[in-house]
């Protein structure tokens, strides 16, 4: 028994060293001279992907999917400021520094962890740092059965907010506890399979997606995140021309929000999506009036921000959109080119043209063959006489499409106002495209 004793003190001991020595490892602090942004006016966090130190690398998806569902959970909470996934997976698979983390997105606090996945256990660690001062806030070790992947989720989250004292509304402390989503295992890995592919954005991946999203919800019919996401694949199809009837899959996309909400009325992904229909159908209000309701269920969602500047900037409301714009990018640093495109867009049509120029540079930066950001730049520069340069944008909308043409282009434009139609064909006809 004294043996047992002494061998459980030995290695208790060792433990406590370990994470001792995991904990005072010197983190460099971040400069808040050198931040990108200025430090929110509430607790900022990054979460870094968790790293997968499973023997199968076909786990990444579990913990890509840990990492999402640990974003999306403190997005929806008004007290913090959360940036996006997109911008988060940037960093995946690379050796990066927490100082160099904060700096790149101007946050104050990094979250950081690992899983281990084998048979049906799942080993995670994480911990979150005050990067500005390089200390560990919370760090913390889980070791259990797969099947409980749900509950560590739910403990990380609540751990984050209470070490960054966050105060929780009674709404915000429901949805963090909200069990809709779905506690069936199986289904939520075909839901992380099937974001996996549907970020991808093209056909054969959306069709992949949707089959994938169906299973799960096979799996779990009152999964409500898998039949909002399952709309999604179905607007893709009529957004990007990629079947036959777009109206038949407007409408199953709308079929399947409905469905999403039905089962959980904080959907904020199924009201984005009303919206995003509505847009389709030309019904601008309606479509504004759902978009702001999904930035009201996730005020840290990116996505829903970037969507309502697009559709309330189409609708005529510019100046609104630039704001919208912004907020969005803000969340997403490391924004894709449509988010730069609505701000480019907006600023433009605000005639804040060297504004609107810098921007679409950002665009091309991103996407170097992205039409719209060329069009653009020819307009913006014939609007302030500089020939040489709208010549040369106009040349590389002719490089990317050689049968471009203003008619059949301006019939893809889906603003309501006649007015701003025509502004910008004017500029873009004077730059030498016809």
Known sequence: MAAIIILVMVAGGLVSWNIYLHQSKRIEPASLDKMAYPLPDKPSIAVLPFANMSEDPKQEYFSDGLTDQII????????????????????KGKPVKVQKVAEDLGVKYVLEGSVQRSADRVRIT????????????WSEGYDRESKDIFAIQDDITIKITSALRVELTLGEQARMWDK????????????????????????????????????????DPKYDLAYACLGWTHFYDA?????????????????????????????????????????LQGQYEKAIAEAERAVALNPNGASNYSALAGIIGCSGKWEESIELAKKSIRLEPFAPATYYHFLGRAYFMTGQLDESIITWKKVLQVNPNYLPAHAF??????????????????????????????????????????????????????AGLK
């Open 239 to 279: 957004r990007f021309g990629w079947v036959e009837s777009r109206a038949e899959s407007i409408k199953t996309a709308l079929k399947y929000a409905q469905k999403a909400i039905e089962l959980n009325d904080t959907s904020d992904l199924g009201y984005l999506l009303i919206g995003g229909v509505y847009f």
């Open 180 to 219: 809709k989503a779905t506690t069936n295992l199986r289904a939520w890995e075909k839901f992380l399979l099937a974001v996996d592919y549907i970020w991808r954005f093209t056909k054969e991946d959306n069709a992949t997606a949707r089959r994938l999203f169906e299973e799960a919800i096979t799996l």
């Open 72 to 91: 999306s959970t403190l997005s929806k909470l008004r007290g913090l400021f959360v940036i996006s996934r997109s911008s988060m997976f940037t960093y």
């Open 126 to 137: 994480a911990q979150l740092i005050d990067a500005t001062t390089g200390h560990h806030i």
């Open 377 to 430: 730049l020819a307009a913006c520069y014939s609007s302030l006489d500089r020939y040489a340069e709208a010549s040369a944008a106009a040349k590389e909308v002719l490089r990317i499409n050689p049968k471009f043409s203003i008619e059949s282009y301006t019939k893809t434009l889906p603003y309501k106002n006649k007015a701003d139609i025509e502004r910008y064909v004017a500029a873009i006809r004077k």
